[in-house]
């Protein structure tokens, strides 16, 4: 199931567009404005709203760190924002001062792309904040951007329907009709299809338009070979035109939103639909998964940003557990272990890890000596953190290892529950396990460090149900 958690209605006219980073959901609307919140417990920041866009705001995005938000506007412009403060830091013009529909930033942070009405794009130095190249389509508005996860590439959507290909130096690799009314919305799994061959990715990427479907594509690119874009299959469910399409960070699912009020959930690997919500009273016009978190915010023309909490049972239908060991394992790239950093609250860590080149299995292998002699981490509290976490995801790895999903084991124990229950904090642990916790560690969450607002524990049926299953399926 999925379950509506939370509701934002704090715009005063159409909300256009919504997206996370690691802490913070940001919306814009129609009304000028840019919304923050935290996704703690969904207050308003207090720098909040971001004003300066003299006319609708179309788009926002934060850049992968999370530190920078851009918007664009009709009034031409896209702007940086500082996200801890609310200060701007630049005011980006599109050259032709034409209105600007969409921007996003590339993998790296380095770039910024930025496509306007009357179909030019840009490429933005998002450091010096400069005009790197710029480029244009034949017909239609840009409407749509995506930035392949590898970043060598990045794709743009048309209101004509014709999907375009670039390079990082602006040079069009490819172009397709792709929706014959026009595209509305693209976006890429963050997670490759398959190796292939050697020195060769695949991506799935998802497009949605006017033509009331919503397509998959299979996309490689390699400079040797070049770029191939093969049409995969259409998925059903919408009856009216699809405005906007978003991947789960994991790449297990893909949500839509539509002109029919609705928002689908379909999980990738099967095309199945998973989940139809029916909340918003108007026209659906974006939606955007949570980094870390199993969370899902859709925004509409009624004025609404709906945030969705999914379950177990969701999570478990659309993430196979071999998918999740992959997850937690040696794979890891050098950026995979600075989105974990940022998402344990050590993002001042980054740049010595970056400095050190450490990967998944480098970071495995961390010691207390390490992190003092070779990384030069001075502060024997924020070693002491750092080991906790890593010898979490050890533990995570061992357990995934053992093919108990990670969502039935405790916390605390790090063992299968049998009595599961959630505690205030919002996570489940085994009764007798929390019960212990709290009589000896004066209330404090084993999650969060921070005071349980209350010490009432709430039988979570649901999880416990869901154990059962995989037990009879799993055990002899």
Known sequence: MVKLIHTLADHGDDVNCCAFSFSLLATCSLDKTIRLYSLHDFTELPHSPLKFHTYAVHCCCFSP????????????????????????????????????????????????????????????????????????????????????????????????????????????????????????????SSQPVSDGEQGLQFFRLASCGQDCQVKIWIVSFTHILGFELKYKSALSGHCAPVLACAFSHDGQMLVSGSVDKSVIVYDTNTENILHTLTQHTRYVTTCAFAPNTLLLATGSMDKTVNIW?????????????????????????????????????????????????????????????????????????????????IEELRTKVKSLSSGIPDEFVCPITRELMKDPVIASDGYSYEKEAIENWISKKKRTSPMTNLV?????????????????????????
């Open 452 to 476: 349980l607002p209350s010490a009432v524990l709430t039988p979570n049926r649901t999880l416990k149900m869901a154990i059962n299953r995989w037990l009879e399926t799993h055990q002899q």
């Open 65 to 188: 760190s999370g530190h920078i938000l851009a918007s664009c506007s009709t009034d031409g412009t896209t702007v940086l924002w500082n996200t801890e403060n609310g200060q701007m830091l630049a005011v980006m013009e599109q050259p032709s001062g034409s209105p600007v529909r969409v921007c996003q930033f590339s993998p790296d942070s380095r770039c910024l792309t930025s496509g306007a009405a009357d179909g030019t794009v840009v490429l933005w130095n998002a450091q010096s904040y400069k005009l790197y190249r710029c480029g244009s389509v034949k017909d239609g508005s840009l409407v749509a951007c995506a930035f392949s996860p590898n970043g060598s590439f990045f794709v743009t959507g048309s209101s004509c329907g014709d999907l375009t290909v670039w390079d990082d130096k602006m040079r069009c690799l490819h172009s397709e009709k792709a929706h014959d009314l026009g595209i509305t919305c693209c976006d890429f």
């Open 309 to 389: 909490q999914f379950d177990l049972e969701t999570l478990c239908q659309a993430r196979s557990t071999e998918d999740q060991l992959k997850q937690f394992t040696e794979d890891w790239s050098e950026e995979d272990v600075s989105t974990w950093l940022c998402a344990q609250d050590l993002k001042d860590l980054v740049g010595i890890f970056k400095m050190n080149n450490i990967d998944g299995k480098e970071l495995l292998n961390l010691t207390k000596e390490s992190l003092a002699d070779d990384l030069k981490i001075e502060s024997l509290g924020l070693r002491s953190k750092v080991l906790r976490k």
